[in-house]
Every structure is written in C-alpha cells, then in structure tokens.
C-alpha cells in the first residue's frame, strides 16, 4: 500500500464572501427609494404608471400580494433628466 502526502499547489486565495458596503444595489423595494432619494410612496408610483421609471412587481401566479422592485438607475438618470431641464430653463 502506498501513501502519498497531498501537496495544495493552489495560486489564489480561497473564494469568500463578498463585501457589498459600499456598493449600490440595481433595484431596491419602495422603502429603499424613499431612502435613497426622498422620494414618497405616492409620487413614486405615479412615475411609474408614467413610464418615466422603471419598475417590476413580482409575485407567484395567484397571488395577491408580491414584491415590488424599482429600478434604481432609472430613478437617478430621473432625478438628473430633471436637473439638466432646470438648468435649461434657467439659461433661456
């Protein structure tokens, strides 16, 4: 019987989980908007039945109820399209 000793020739470091501080999620529930940009409940779903952000409701079929996610970088290109006609406005 023969034994050989197991010799890690591995390069990199094992895979760990990874810190998200920092970072800006893609979407964010309702609360997360009001959070991140001030913006109510209310205001935000008429930007959203106005097609001016984007937004998604998941739920399983036949449910009630479900999540409702906002596209974050929807709001912010939102949020500047406003401060660019602002500043046109001024300028005129």
């Not at 609360?31 to 001016?52: E, M, N, P, T």
């Not at 449910?63 to 500047?80: E, H, N, P, T, Y």
């Amino acid at each position: 019987m023969c034994t050989r000793k197991l010799v890690s020739t591995a390069t990199t470091a094992p895979v760990e989980r990874g810190n998200l501080a920092g970072s800006t999620p893609e979407f964010g529930r309702v609360a997360d908007v009001q959070k991140l940009y001030g913006i109510k409940r209310g205001s935000l779903y008429s930007l959203l039945a106005d097609g001016k952000i984007k937004g998604v409701l998941l739920r399983v079929r036949g449910q009630k109820s479900g999540i409702r996610l906002i596209d974050l970088a929807s709001v912010g290109a939102f949020i500047r399209a406003q401060m660019e006609s602002e500043e046109q406005g001024r300028e005129a």
